[in-house]
């Protein structure tokens, strides 16, 4: 009786252990791609309009548009295809799958939103603001469920890896030769919306990255409790 007991309740805790489990992934994807689309948003409705680049992969889809014509979604995407081929060998098959989710997700969200609504725009100031703060909510959002938007993201973790170096700074000195040649070519006040989009953004994803949420295990005792 008491080794069909035990029997019974390890088979009763790796039931439970299993649930958990598949909620938790459950849940995870669905953040995943609410975060996705929620920066895809801020790109085609507040950003892009403006030609404001959220960050260095943004910027060269933004150059894409402006000499070839491609609409932002596809330009969008192919400014992340090249790094993601490199990314799989130095983050391995997780962290690739959902960044290509992710940036699958944000360039299909950027092509139907620029292509299908028209919003109206108030102000510069406020359409960068808000980009800005709806952008970091998605970026935070997605590397809080171990993900990554893309872009320059890619490149400057691998240059730091190889090199020793700091990713962030790698990461600021990318974006800013991109924020640049940005300028350069289309508006040189570019360059100051962009450090803006990233001074607000960058406080927004701190927020999400370090704010405490429930747990699986919790919310379901909590729901049980009631």
């Known amino acids: 009786m008491d080794k069909k007991g035990k029997w019974g309740d390890s088979c009763g805790k790796s039931d439970k252990k299993g649930k958990f489990h598949m909620v938790k992934q459950i849940i995870i994807y669905i953040m995943l791609f609410f975060g996705a689309a929620i920066q895809g948003l801020s790109m085609s409705l507040f950003l892009f309009p403006h030609n404001i680049p959220s960050g260095?992969?943004?910027?060269?889809?933004?150059?894409?548009?402006?000499?070839?014509?491609?609409?932002?979604?596809?330009?969008?995407?192919?400014?992340?295809a090249v790094f993601l081929i490199f990314a799989l060998n130095y983050f391995g098959f997780t962290w690739t799958i959902k960044t290509i989710?992710?940036?699958?997700t944000t360039s299909l969200t950027v092509s139907y939103m620029t292509d299908n609504l028209f919003l109206t725009h108030v102000h510069i100031v406020l359409d960068l603001l808000l980009g800005s703060?709806?952008?970091?909510?998605?970026?935070?959002t997605l590397i809080r469920v171990g993900s990554s938007s893309g872009g320059m993201?890619?490149?400057?973790?691998?240059?730091?890896?190889?090199?020793?170096w700091n990713p962030g700074a790698v990461m600021f000195w990318i974006n800013l030769c991109i924020f640049l040649?940005?300028?350069v070519v289309i508006d040189y006040k570019i360059i100051l919306f962009a450090i803006?989009?990233?001074f607000v953004s960058t406080r927004v994803i701190d927020y999400i990255y370090v704010l405490e949420v429930p747990t699986i295990p919790s919310l379901f005792l909590s729901w049980r409790k009631k």
């Open 133 to 140: 703060i709806f952008y970091g909510i998605g970026v935070g």
């Open 196 to 198: 803006i989009c990233q």
């Open 56 to 80: 260095g992969g943004a910027g060269l889809a933004i150059l894409l548009n402006h000499f070839f014509h491609l609409p932002l979604g596809f330009a969008l995407w192919i400014s992340n």
């Open 101 to 104: 989710l992710s940036v699958a």
């Open 181 to 183: 040649l940005t300028s």
């Open 153 to 164: 993201v890619i490149p400057s973790l691998m240059i730091a890896r190889i090199r020793n």
